[in-house]
């Protein structure tokens, strides 16, 4: 980056052929040799959805998702989308690191900011998903299953007003497999999957919310693969979604997310990323996409 003009392939190079903690070391040697931050210089030197994903990249894993949240609850408006995809697809132990990280970094309570930015049911199920309280036991209760099948249609399709407060405690407390169980015992005993009971009786925010937790639960690739075509589909692309999955996934089971989503769109994801992108930001996004 010195002299006149910027080496964005040698960037490009730097970030994305390394892990996270490469990186991180990568900050410190940077630091050490010139004095200089290097997300600084980033930021001075380049531009746009560029300079996002290369920020990104260069912020460790938790402190990342903790921004993201930050942004998600800053200024007008309210990014849900961005709320539920971090709440619904991480474990108690991570969203509780995202939530410290929240506090020593914006000396704010994370649970306080989506609260205060919230309202009605939706904000009922943020308060019990940040509360991250979820049962993490793999064993199965098969009667309990039955009962909390029971009751959900008992509370939900064709009764008189849905019962929310049942269907967030039960779908934010429920351990993965206990919820699976659940699952199948609801449509054995209602005839119809459990969302459709969830499109039929809730809107908004809040339906969205069910049904991440639903997809998620069923199969987290499924999940993320849905949230990338959602970015790409129609005029525009959500880049801040895009770079969010991507680069938070990419050492986890971005793998999986691409075989998911060649499998439910027929189509492979960097081919939709090249088209919906363009210069060195879709370089960087390729690079990342690369096995």
């Known amino acids: 980056m010195k002299g006149i003009g910027t080496d964005e392939r040698a960037i490009i190079d730097?970030?994305?052929?390394?892990?996270?903690?490469?990186?991180?070391?990568?900050?410190?040697k940077y630091k050490s040799l010139y004095?200089?931050?290097?997300?600084?210089?980033?930021?001075?030197?380049?531009?746009?959805?560029f300079e996002d994903l290369c920020v990104a990249l260069l912020t460790p894993?938790?402190?990342?998702?903790?921004?993201?949240?930050?942004?998600?609850?800053q200024g007008l408006g309210t990014d849900e989308k961005c709320i539920i995809e971090i709440l619904c697809t991480h474990?108690?132990?991570?969203?509780?690191?995202?939530?410290a990280c929240f506090r020593q970094k914006y000396n704010k309570d994370l649970e306080e900011a989506l609260i205060s930015d919230t309202s009605g049911r939706f904000r009922h199920l943020v308060r019990a998903l940040v509360a991250a309280e979820r049962d993490e036991t793999v064993e199965i209760d098969f009667e309990r299953a039955e009962r909390d099948a029971q009751r959900l249609f008992?509370?939900?399709?064709?009764?008189?007003?849905?019962?929310?407060?049942?269907?967030?405690?039960?779908?934010?407390?429920?351990?993965?497999?206990?919820?699976?169980?659940?699952?199948?015992?609801?449509?054995?005993?209602?005839?119809?999957?459990?969302?459709?009971?969830i499109r039929s009786e809730f809107s908004g925010e809040t339906k969205d919310t069910l049904l991440a937790i639903v997809y998620c639960i069923k199969g987290r690739n499924k999940f993320y693969a849905k949230q990338l075509k959602d970015c790409l589909k129609g005029?525009?692309?959500?880049?801040?979604?895009?770079?969010?999955?991507?680069?938070?996934?990419?050492?986890?089971?971005?793998?999986?997310?691409?075989?998911?989503?060649?499998?439910?769109?027929?189509?492979?994801?960097?081919?939709?990323v090249a088209?919906?992108?363009?210069?060195?930001?879709?370089k960087a996004l390729l690079r990342i996409l690369q096995p």
């Open 14 to 28: 730097a970030l994305v052929t390394h892990s996270n903690s490469q990186r991180q070391e990568i900050k410190r």
């Open 91 to 99: 474990q108690n132990r991570e969203i509780e690191e995202i939530k």
């Open 154 to 197: 008992d509370g939900g399709v064709g009764q008189l007003g849905v019962d929310g407060e049942l269907f967030t405690r039960i779908l934010c407390s429920r351990s993965i497999s206990q919820l699976q169980a659940t699952f199948e015992a609801y449509e054995r005993i209602s005839g119809h999957s459990i969302t459709a009971a």
């Open 61 to 73: 894993q938790i402190v990342f998702l903790a921004d993201c949240l930050y942004d998600a609850v």
């Open 35 to 49: 004095g200089r931050d290097l997300v600084e210089d980033i930021q001075s030197e380049l531009g746009g959805n």
């Open 275 to 282: 088209d919906d992108t363009s210069g060195d930001y879709r």
């Open 235 to 272: 005029l525009g692309t959500d880049d801040s979604a895009l770079v969010r999955i991507l680069v938070s996934r990419s050492e986890i089971d971005l793998e999986d997310i691409k075989e998911a989503y060649l499998k439910l769109f027929k189509k492979d994801l960097a081919e939709d």
